[in-house]
Every structure is written in structure tokens, then in C-alpha cells.
């Protein structure tokens, strides 16, 4: 683990292994923390963040570009490693690694513009003066599914507005995590501006940065499920929280759409990832008129896709991460087709030559799928794609919105007035139109609803590290 500048065993001296999940093989083993480690590493970033915070935005802009450059340097080590402990195709893997990287230079960039105010105060000897001051100490959970670019999209504005981390990665992909702290290491951050700790009891750590005084932010991208606990346990000192949790995106077809477009933008947005992404299309709803016609392509489209070992050439759908996460997708599958629902393509586990023990799903297609299926209320979070349809703009506007998340949401229409009338009814953070995929540096990621709180990009997402200060001057 990275605490204070430094490498470091568990107190306990306790391991854990990491697995490939396309293999089952052990590709590494990494420290256990327990609370004790968390504790210091929260002490090492406490007694970073003063002069961390102090320093001018140049010089913390400077550090945090010499980190970019070390990565984009790194691309093909850090790629390699993350397909091999997440599974995904090694393509996305850089794609990943570059899209992360560029929060580092995006917000290094922005540093230079946290302003503060002037306000016209009510007395002619006084003056109001707010200051934008960074949270403090920030304890950072990731989860496994983008183990890289959740890291720096994290850190980046946190170093940016002047914050100290540490950081917890998900227990199946820590290997990304421990890559970054190397060249956090060699582009030489002062030590315990960032610090890493690695642990099988995340509930222990998460307690440590609940409890502990010093740490005054939790930002974490997971379950809405731990999201909850973590924020109910943050209110007892009234921590600050950012939140980015699940979801269940609707992705609606109207019938003036680009066929073509909206089928390729089904097959990024499903089934990037494995269908393991938070803002994955969940629920396809295809107008009735055009249902045939589309179901026919998609259909196409979902058989030519190629599933194995992310980092084999022409892979498109790498494994699921882990046992449990193939048994939720299996359990939506026969839930639905239990309940009438037809399987087009898919449905079944890959077994055989070139899957060995890894959780290969078959890319799957559902039709004649009901609102009363669970794969229309929670989040599959699969290669598993469930086409509804519908008839008019009103009655998929409320069934979009039927849901307690609200995180991204995906139209396809050639129609000017029926893409304003859609965005602005959906009740999500995000919107994509004619688009499959979000997540870039300068915009504001985030959801609705059960689907979080606060903004990860833009200048918003740096406003969760900042707090304001209002001076009253009196002149004398
Ligand atoms: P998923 O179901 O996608 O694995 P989780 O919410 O369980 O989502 O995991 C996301 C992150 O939250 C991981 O880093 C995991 O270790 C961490 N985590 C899980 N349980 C807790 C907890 N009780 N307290 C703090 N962090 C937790």
C-alpha cells in the first residue's frame, strides 16, 4: 500500500489475492488493510494537506500534469493490468486509461480558476469577501468496474482544489490503483497527498473514514446499497458526501430515428464493459411502428459481437467480474423468461474451449418483455438487453421515469421539438441524444434521485471539494 510516500505491508501483515476473472487465475497479491492502516494513512494525509493546500495553483497544476504525462506514458502497463484484473477488452482498457487521464489535466487546468467573490456589502465600512477553500482530508472509494479512470476522476479534482486522499480501491481491482500510486510516486507528489490503501474488509476502512475526525469528505462511485450506509454513517459528523450510485437507464427509440445509429448506440451503451457500467442502457423502449424493423438489426448487430480474453485481438465483450455478478444476470434472464419473455440471441453462460473458468455471459437479447420483470426495476448490470415498446411520447416518458434512479437516460429522434420535450422530462442527470457515451472531463457526470448526489467533471464536480468562507471586514 502507498501511505505517506511510502510502501507498506498491513499491520496485520494479512494478503489477499486478486484473480483474472477471465481465467480464475491469481494474477497478484496485495496488503489486507484493516483499520488501523486506513487510520494512518488518514494521519499521513492530514498532515500533507496544509502545505499541499497552500501551495500556489501553478505548482499543484504542475504536479498533477506531470502525473498526466506519466500515465499517457504508461498506457500500455496500466492497460494490460486493468483487462487483466477487470476482464475488459484490452482496447477499452486504454480507452479507459486515456479518457481517466485527461481529468488529471482537465482539472490540473482549472486549479488556476477557484475565484472567489465580492459582494456589495450593506454598510459603507464593510466589506464580504467569500474565499473557496478546500473540504480537507477526502476518503475516496472506487469500485471495480472502471478500476482506473474512477481513481483519477477522484483525485484529480480533489488535488485540484487543494484536498489530500486517501483512496480505497474495490478488493477485485486494486492492481489499477497501486499502478497510479507508482507514478504518483515518480512524478513526485509530495508524500501523503495521496495515499492508497488495499483492503478484503472494505466495511473496516469505510468505518475508519466514517469515524475519523480528519477526514471531512467521503466521495464514493458504487452501490446505491453501500451508498446509503455511507451516508447515513456520515451524518454523525456531518461529513461531506459526493455519490455516484447505480441506475437504470432507459434508451428510447423514437420512430423518426436513424435506425443505424440508434442500433450501433444500443451496442455501445449495453454492452461496453460486459454491460458492467452504472450508466449502461438497461431498458431499451422502441417505438411500436419501427419495433420489427430495429429488433431485426439489433438482433444482427448483438450476434456479431466476439466474447473472450480481453486481451486477445478482435475481443468486443470480455467475462463478468466474478460468480455473483453472472448469478444476478442469470436470475434477471429466467425471471423474465419465466414471466413470457423471448430470448432473440444469448441467454446462456459461455463454457467450453477459450472460456476456462471465467464468467463469460453470452451477448443476449430479450423481446416481449413486461414492466413487471426485474430486469426493468434494477439494474442488471450485464450484456443483457430487454427491448420494451411503446406507443406514444407521454406513456415512455412515465415509464422512463418509473424508477427510483435516475442517473443517465438515452433518446435516439431526428426531431427538434421531441428532443427538448423528452430531456426536459426525464427526470435524470444526464441525458444523451443521439449519443451512447458520457463521461468526459469538462462536463458534469452525475445523478438523480437514488442515483447520487454531486457532480464528478466541469467546474461542478470541483465545487464538491470546495467549501465557501464568508468574511465580514469592517474597516477601521
Ligand atoms: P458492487 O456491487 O459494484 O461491487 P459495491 O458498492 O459493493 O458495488 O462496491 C463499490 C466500492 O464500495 C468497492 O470499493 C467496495 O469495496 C466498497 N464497499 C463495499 N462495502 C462497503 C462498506 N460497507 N463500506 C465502505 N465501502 C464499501
Redesign the pocket.
Known sequence: MYIGGEWREAVSGRRFEVTNPATGEVIATVPDAGREDARAAIEAAHAAFGEWSSLPAHVRARYMRRLYDLIVQNVDRLARVLTEENGKPLAEAKGEVFNGAEYLNWYAEETRRIYGETIPSSSRRTRIWVLRQPVGVVGA?????FPSSMVTRKIAPALAAGCTVVL?????TPLSALLIAELIHEAGLPAGVVNVVT?LD??A???E?LENRLVRKIS????T???K??MQGAAAQMKRVSMELGGNAPFIVFEDADLDAAVQGVVISKFRNAGQTCICANRIYVQESIAPAFTERLVEAVRGLRVGHGLEEGINVGPL?DE?AYVKVEGHVSDARGKGARVLTGGHRLTGPGFDRGFFYAPTLLDQVSDEMRIVHEET?GPVAPILTFRTEEEVIRRANDTNYGLAAYIFTRNLGRTVRVSEALEYGMVAVNDSLLAVPQAPFGGVKESGLGREGGHHGLDDYLEYKYLSVVLD
Open positions: 472509494i472506487t469500485p471495480w468496474n480505497k480501491p474495490a478488493e477485485q483492503t472494505p466495511a476502512v469505510g468505518q473514514f464514493f462511485t458504487g452501490s446499497e453501500v451508498g450506509h455511507l467480474i455473483a448490470f
